[in-house]
């Protein structure tokens, strides 16, 4: 069934109506040709309600609710993906691919081997690419996407979580760092920092030991900066969600 | 250090010397502006070694072989993708992904949803996917790719593996059989089965679970058939080789 992301203010009559905007209104009526009375699943970013259409004509959509999904298709915690800066288009692939697998936030950190130097980029493009892939992995919720930050405000982060973590091709393969982080149900919240292209400098790597990140290993093999973080959202997904 | 895949024919004189051919001494020569006495890890399939350059010029080069590489990094055990065909850039990006996350082997199969009928491909361009992401990840050996094969032929591979599962989207977050296959030690060799866009159809579910594939879940939100098997990789490695 196809799900889209609708802005909370979009409900009304006690929500038991939502109304569509245009953009979804058009993916309804040209793209995926749906008819009235036909079944959606829309999610206000908090939960995900059944819904069948109402009405459909070229002003919009009318969505009725019929009920509430109970199951919730979120990470029993939050994860959040620290990445050095990396080129757009990789950028945009991590963006989507760990949506799907259920991280609660991408972090850009300008770091010392960023080979790239941006500004702020408009950020349209890639909560599109962020909306569409919740919608894909049916999220009940959408990921959050931070601004730039400093390799300096990423080691405040500290603070935010329960533990922070960083991917470290020093690390040896006995670490048991991430098995005990994720075997222990008291942690709700993860920081895992992953460096850019050229890697995590030792500087880096001593400043963020100093600020208690913990390293972990992802392997023997070595994965490009855009495979990790998909790699760490699996292992997550895998440890704390399969039976 | 960059690694190269090398035929066991081109080592000579008792494995001490190795000749590089001519794609490979090109990137070492021009792309990578090494010299003589720099030192380059090889692997024959099997093994890696650390060498040194001994001869540089427009012929080519050859390398001393320095010392074998003890540590491994292939998987413990051996893992074959089989996936519903995809489209073409679709299925390069899941080789190059499961090579770099150890895959031992990836198999193309023509299923009831596979929306593309292609015939035998050229794979010139595919091992060369492979050759690339087994040298930049450090594997010893190169990925596997089997022919496009018929779901009939898919069937019968059960007798090839220890275990057989598919990615099933009927499967609960409850089995077990993903995790309690991966933490027996005795499973050496593991098939498992991705759909291809169009997800496995009823009827090939209902034949698998026939033929003993067991059914496995990926967590509670839906993966494009290019996650999944990035994914499954992720989990076996963490799994398998994690501390």
Redesign the interface.
Known sequence: MQKYFVNPNNFYNDYSEVIIDKDDSFHIVKVMRMRVGDEVLVSDNQDSYLTKIKVLDEKGVILEVIEKQE???ELPLKVSIAQGLVRKDKMEEVLS?IT???ANCYIPVNMERSNIKIKEEKKDRQLKIIKEASE????NKLMELSSIISFKDLLKLKTNYDVCLFASTKA?????N??QVLKNKDIKSILVVVGPEGGISPKEEELMEKANFLPI????????TE?AP??IM??I???T???
């Open positions: 199951n919730s298709s691919k799907a697998l259920g894909q992995s049916m999220r040896s393969l006995d670490n048991p991430l098995k290993t992802l392997g023997p093999r070595i994965l490009r495979l998909i790699y699996s292992a997904s895998y440890e969600e399969l039976g």
